[in-house]
């Protein structure tokens, strides 16, 4: 891990996630009646209500639909998330102007070419070990963890104490 990265975290206020392939391990269970089924981490899910306990904003954007998602997601206190979203970018620079958040305050973790604009864009880059090769070039951290399996928890989890919030004592 790099020195510039660890300074980055300094910075951080916002986490901005994709969904399929990052809290999700991008498979999809098909029932019968055509209903698409995802697991979560929950590990992930800990550090998401954790930084939202210590003031921290959480934004997910996703190009995918589904009715459970944004039910897990809101349970965790999630309040800004996007699903079915054609153009994630200017979402995503709709809603962080509304909050007033600077794009290196935002680290972003994505995992294939539809999340390209978003690593770009986000003043901190990263994705999980199993991302797309283009992802993982335009990354300034990939983490040890595939998607579904702990990657959004590698990344508060170094956020938090970076910054000193991740304490349990």
């Known amino acids: ?3 510039n990265f660890k300074e980055r975290l300094k910075k951080v206020s916002t ?6 392939g ?11 009646e055509g209903e698409l089924l995802r697991s979560m981490n929950i590990k992930d899910g800990f550090a ?4 939202l306990n210590n003031g921290y904003n959480i934004i997910i954007i996703s190009g995918g639909k589904s009715e459970g998602v944004p039910k897990r997601l809101s349970k965790l206190g999630v309040k800004h998330i996007y699903m079915e979203c054609k153009d994630k970018l200017s ?3 709709e809603i962080s102007s509304e909050l007033e ?3 290196d305050k935002m680290l972003f973790m994505g995992d294939d070419l539809p999340d390209i604009e978003l690593s770009n864009y ?7 070990a199993d991302a797309c090769t283009e992802i993982k070039e335009k990354s300034i951290y990939m983490s040890t963890k595939k998607g579904g399996e702990g990657c959004v928890r ?3 989890e170094q956020t938090l104490k970076v910054q000193d919030k991740w304490n349990f004592n």
């Open 48 to 51: 998401m209500k954790h930084a």
């Open 154 to 156: 590698d990344v508060i």
């Open 1 to 3: 891990m790099s020195d």
């Open 122 to 128: 986000c003043g901190v880059a990263t994705c999980p």
């Open 91 to 93: 979402q995503l620079k």
């Open 15 to 20: 986490f901005v996630l994709d969904v399929d």
């Open 22 to 32: 990052v809290l999700t391990n991008g498979q999809l269970i098909i029932l019968p």
């Open 101 to 103: 958040i600077a794009t």
